[in-house]
Nanobody, 124 residues
Framework: QVQLVESGGGLVQAGGSLRLSCAASGRTFSNYAMGWFRQAPGKEREFVAAISWRAYSTYYADSVKGRFTISRDNAKNTVYLQMNSLKPEDTAVYYC?????????????????WGQGTQVTVSS
């Protein structure tokens, strides 16, 4: 098992930026893919972005492509989500997740460990 702790959420105006961080401990961080998901009030959790174990591959939801960037620092056991040009519809609780495998996937079932979430609120 791996323990995940997100940080960096907050309140920002539309058009602004935030960077989320997720610190991992436990399992060897560099062996598995990492992902970000989000859940808005009254909606199901949805995939945002994922990165492979060595950061060779990334994958984004269409709704965030070109605005969000996922990255990882295996030396620091940390994955990041840089969010630019934020929109009110990006408002959600954002969750970091550790993959079961090393390759990039978007299916939540392929992620075995989850953080507690961090709130991102974008005002119009």
């Amino acid at each position: 098992q791996v323990q995940l702790v997100e940080s960096g959420g907050g309140l920002v105006q539309a058009g602004g930026s935030l960077r989320l961080s997720c610190a991992a401990s436990g399992r060897t961080f560099s062996n598995y893919a990492m992902g970000w998901f989000r859940q808005a009030p009254g909606k199901e959790r949805e995939f945002v972005a994922a990165i492979s174990w060595r950061a060779y591959s990334t994958y984004y939801a269409d709704s965030v492509k070109g605005r969000f960037t996922i990255s990882r620092d295996n030396a620091k056991n940390t994955v990041y989500l840089q969010m630019n040009s934020l929109k009110p519809e990006d408002t959600a609780v954002y969750y970091c997740a550790a993959g079961i495998y090393g390759s990039v996937v978007s299916d939540a079932a392929a992620f075995g460990s989850w953080g507690q979430g961090t709130q991102v609120t974008v005002s119009s």
